[in-house]
């Protein structure tokens, strides 16, 4: 699913204008950035938390370059899901 039909589909089942639920959508992921970006996390129930995650730096050894190299500590969003939603994903039927 991507962004458009995601945005058709809260249109859809909210009652929305397609440009409202876009709205909404961007909105909400802009508010969603923002809080990460001040180090804070989020959680939404019965879905998850997102919450930023320090990369410490790690060795590792370059084929190209036949040395070792060292990778930079860096921030990445990390997603916890909460245990229902897990338990739900648990309980749909396998797909082919």
Do not use: W
């Not at 458009?4 to 992921?29: K, P, W």
């Not at 879905?47 to 990369?55: A, D, P, S």
């Not at 909460?82 to 039927?93: I, Q, V």
């Amino acid at each position: 699913m991507n962004k458009h039909e995601l945005t058709h589909e809260l249109a859809v089942r909210c009652g929305l204008s397609e440009l409202e639920s876009q709205q909404l959508f961007d909105a909400t992921f802009t508010v969603l950035t923002e809080t990460l970006s001040e180090n804070q996390s989020v959680t939404i129930p019965d879905f998850g938390t997102f919450e930023n995650h320090l990369r410490r730096p790690h060795k590792y050894f370059d084929l190209f370059r036949k040395k070792f190299m060292v990778t930079s500590k860096k921030l990445a969003v990390t997603f916890r899901p909460a245990h229902s939603f897990k338990e739900t994903l648990h309980d749909l039927p396998e797909h082919s």
